[in-house]
Nanobody, 125 residues
Framework: QVQVVESGGGLVQAGGSLRPSCAASGRTSTTYAVGWFRQAPAKAREYVAA????????FYTDPAKGRFTISRDTAKSTVYLEMNSLKPDDTALYYC??????????????????WGQGTQVTVSS
């Protein structure tokens, strides 16, 4: 089993940038992908982006394309989400999660078995 801990959220003005991190520990050899999700108050959790652990292939939602970049550093067992041109609508609790091999495709939250506690991102207008 893998454990993940997010960090690097914060308060930023619209147009600014943040780079949350997701540090993984444990048996990462069983990891297929790591995804980032977010949940704003009174809204459902939504998928943002994912990266395949083995080869670094990335996936994004349309709103994230061009503004967000997901990457992983396997030596550090860490996944990053570089977020640029942030908007107030990006305000949410951002979670990373682990998708194990054989559990399905990357964009469904229900396929992920391990979740972090989240890191808050707040974008002021």
């Amino acid at each position: 089993q893998v454990q993940v801990v997010e960090s690097g959220g914060g308060l930023v003005q619209a147009g600014g940038s943040l780079r949350p991190s997701c540090a993984a520990s444990g048996r990462t050899s069983t990891t297929y992908a790591v995804g980032w999700f977010r949940q704003a108050p009174a809204k459902a959790r939504e998928y943002v982006a994912a990266v395949l652990w083995k080869d670094g292939t990335t996936f994004y939602t349309d709103p994230a394309k061009g503004r967000f970049t997901i990457s992983r550093d396997t030596a550090k067992s860490t996944v990053y989400l570089e977020m640029n041109s942030l908007k107030p609508d990006d305000t949410a609790l951002y979670y990373c999660a682990v998708l194990y091999r054989g559990r399905g495709i990357v964009n469904f939250a229900r396929n992920y078995d391990t979740w972090g506690q989240g890191t808050q991102v707040t974008v002021s207008s």
